[in-house]
């Protein structure tokens, strides 16, 4: 199995920027594509971008396109997301995740489910 350890969350200033990195290891020959989730206090679980750990392609949820940018280093086995004008509604614990291979499936990439496995998470404050 894949283990994911996240960094680089803190405390900052709305408007400000943050870089989160998610270091895998493990079978991380195995691994299909990436994504970050993040929940809030009380809240559900949701999506905020993925990339495919192949060819790139990326995707993001509507509340962070234009601000937020995932990429991953296949050398170092690294995925990241930088955040930029940050909001306070970005408040949250931020979590990284491993899609395995599956062969002959549609990769539903803003689906909990779809991932294998996850990371403990790293906090995010944004203050006003």
Known sequence: QVQL?????GLVQAGG??????A???????????GWFRQALGEER???AAVSWSD??????????????ISRDNAKNTLYLQMNSLKPEDTAIYYCADKTFVYGSTFLESVEAEYDAWGQGTQVTVSS
């Open 5 to 9: 350890v996240e960094s680089g969350g």
């Open 17 to 22: 920027s943050l870089r989160l990195s998610c």
């Open 24 to 34: 895998a290891s493990g079978r991380t020959f195995t691994t299909y594509a990436m």
């Open 46 to 48: 949701e999506f905020v």
């Open 56 to 69: 790139g392609r990326t995707w993001y949820a509507d509340s962070v396109k234009g601000r937020f940018t």
